[in-house]
């Protein structure tokens, strides 16, 4: 069982970074950050599977980058140039399988860490 919790979220205005992170128990081949915002679908942000290959969604490419560090066990997500569509729950996903990019392809979730960006 692969546990997942995530922390670094907060409030920023716009134009402001944070770098969340997700702190797991096991190495598994693909880990992602998703993201919720009220009354939408949760929707992918950005995957990186074992051998470092990433992809990301259209409308963060260039802002985010995802990264993970083996030796601690986590996963990032620097976010830059934030905007206020930026807003809502991100939550760190794994599964053991090949990168998929919809939420019914990961088995693994965190409890998610909340992302405000004031206008």
């Known amino acids: 069982q692969v546990q997942l919790v995530e922390s670094g979220g907060g409030s920023v205005p716009a134009g402001g970074s944070l770098r969340l992170s997700c702190a797991y128990t096991?190495?598994?081949?693909?880990m992602g950050w998703f993201r919720q915002a009220p009354g939408k679908e949760r929707e992918g942000v950005a995957t990186?599977?074992?051998?470092?290959?990433?992809n990301y969604a259209d409308s963060v490419k260039g802002r985010f980058t995802i990264s993970k560090d083996n030796l601690k066990n986590t996963l990032y997500l620097q976010m830059t140039s934030l905007k206020p569509e930026d807003s809502a729950m991100y939550y760190c996903?794994?599964?053991?399988?090949?990168?998929?990019?919809?939420?019914?392809?990961?088995?693994?979730w965190g409890q998610g860490t909340q992302v405000t960006v004031s206008s």
């Open positions: 096991h190495n598994i081949y693909c």
């Open positions: 990186i599977e074992r051998l470092g290959r990433t």
């Open positions: 996903a794994a599964v053991g399988g090949l990168c998929g990019w919809y939420p019914s392809d990961f088995v693994y």
